[in-house]
């Protein structure tokens, strides 16, 4: 992955081969009380769209997963670019194809038969995330760059601020902007693939013309 | 922070220093609807034995926090050794007390004011995590070693797997363990601090003897 990288070329399959790369990638679930759990867990393999990670069956991260079929995930590389992904995590219900995808993974990562040797490896149950709302994000550079895809099913996520029509092109928020990136016209325009989302042009304006997107 | 550690000196000053230096850390919360979500943050400034952090007001992450008052984050460094957090997130109430630990955290990471130029900073409100349950894990050696610790009012996380009274010494536990430590004994007994906790011991006992540790 070379640093001439066009926002164009970035897209899901993209994202699912930047994780890969990463490779150790913050999994978040939320447990049997309603909070929040996070480790650091292993993207084992990226194959047809789906993203491949395991899960022993002791460990409270199993328990979360089967229980909400439901995780969010983080990577950032060392030159600080991150991709997040949040969506619907599936288990092949056979368990033969459930051992083989396991084999598979164990030869992909040599590190794994060294961890789980012998026939221990098949306390590990596979898993992918299939249906998923992503996002690219690269705060390292001045704009900021952030680009939303969609995984399978699922479709882009919408979030930051949008200006409406009751914008009076006073400037207050292009001026308060941190990132510099709302642009003057008719409605002024906030330029979503550089935007902090930090809210102060929302708090700024005089005319209350800046709502969420949804 | 050199190589000659050892697990005694594993605590909770240490690992707020250590996700301190690797300073990207994800932070994980549960979102309106019950989700997890997770994103990559900065720790700010360690102080007290608190670990702060920043959310800008117009962030989902921000409105998260100030719903549930609580996260999970979890930090890598490069040589692959973790810190994990979990626990109650406190901000300060008065407004002027908040902008002072801004200014404090922009003199302690020379990029904000670059990101947040002028008076934007004050969009952000500074957090700090307390009351918190943690552990120190390193899998990049063999054995592995995961240390639990405590911060502030909380107490040390008992997790994993223990042999109970039920055991018949039959060693099936200790043969099958992918991580080798279990020792004999009467009962036979998990080295907790290399433990995986996969939890395949507590399948493979003939005598169900093997119970969570709660």
Redesign the interface.
């Given at each position: 992955m070379d640093g001439k990288l066009e926002i164009e070329d970035i897209d899901a399959a993209y994202c699912l081969r930047f994780l890969r790369e990463v490779r150790?990638v913050?999994?978040?679930?939320?447990d049997e009380e309603?909070?929040?759990?996070?480790?650091?867990i292993d993207v084992m393999m990226v194959e047809d769209g789906r993203l491949y990670f395991v899960a022993?069956?002791?460990?409270?991260f199993y328990a979360d997963i089967m229980r909400t079929r439901?995780?969010?995930?983080?990577g950032?590389s060392?030159d600080?670019r991150?991709c997040?992904l949040?969506g619907r995590v599936e288990r092949p219900d056979d368990e033969a194809e459930r051992h083989r995808l396991i084999d598979r993974i164990f030869e992909l990562n040599p590190s794994m038969p060294?961890?789980?040797?012998?026939d221990?490896r098949y306390?590990?149950e596979p898993f992918y995330l299939q249906d998923a709302q992503g996002e690219y994000f690269d705060?390292s550079g001045?704009p900021i760059v952030r680009v939303p895809f969609a995984l399978g099913a699922q479709r882009e996520a919408v979030?930051?601020?949008v200006i409406t029509g009751r914008c009076q092109e006073c400037g207050a928020c292009a001026d308060?902007?941190?990132e510099r990136c709302i642009e003057e016209g008719s409605p002024y325009t906030i330029v979503q693939e550089h935007c902090?989302?930090?809210?102060?042009c929302?708090?700024t304006c005089p005319y209350d013309a800046i709502e969420r997107r949804r």
């Amino acid at each position: 992955m070379d640093g001439k990288l066009e926002i164009e070329d970035i897209d899901a399959a993209y994202c699912l081969r930047f994780l890969r790369e990463v490779r150790d990638v913050a999994f978040a679930t939320v447990d049997e009380e309603g909070l929040p759990a996070v480790r650091v867990i292993d993207v084992m393999m990226v194959e047809d769209g789906r993203l491949y990670f395991v899960a022993a069956r002791g460990k409270a991260f199993y328990a979360d997963i089967m229980r909400t079929r439901f995780t969010a995930i983080v990577g950032q590389s060392q030159d600080f670019r991150t991709c997040r992904l949040r969506g619907r995590v599936e288990r092949p219900d056979d368990e033969a194809e459930r051992h083989r995808l396991i084999d598979r993974i164990f030869e992909l990562n040599p590190s794994m038969p060294e961890l789980y040797p012998g026939d221990s490896r098949y306390v590990l149950e596979p898993f992918y995330l299939q249906d998923a709302q992503g996002e690219y994000f690269d705060l390292s550079g001045k704009p900021i760059v952030r680009v939303p895809f969609a995984l399978g099913a699922q479709r882009e996520a919408v979030e930051g601020f949008v200006i409406t029509g009751r914008c009076q092109e006073c400037g207050a928020c292009a001026d308060t902007c941190p990132e510099r990136c709302i642009e003057e016209g008719s409605p002024y325009t906030i330029v979503q693939e550089h935007c902090l989302r930090c809210g102060l042009c929302r708090e700024t304006c005089p005319y209350d013309a800046i709502e969420r997107r949804r």
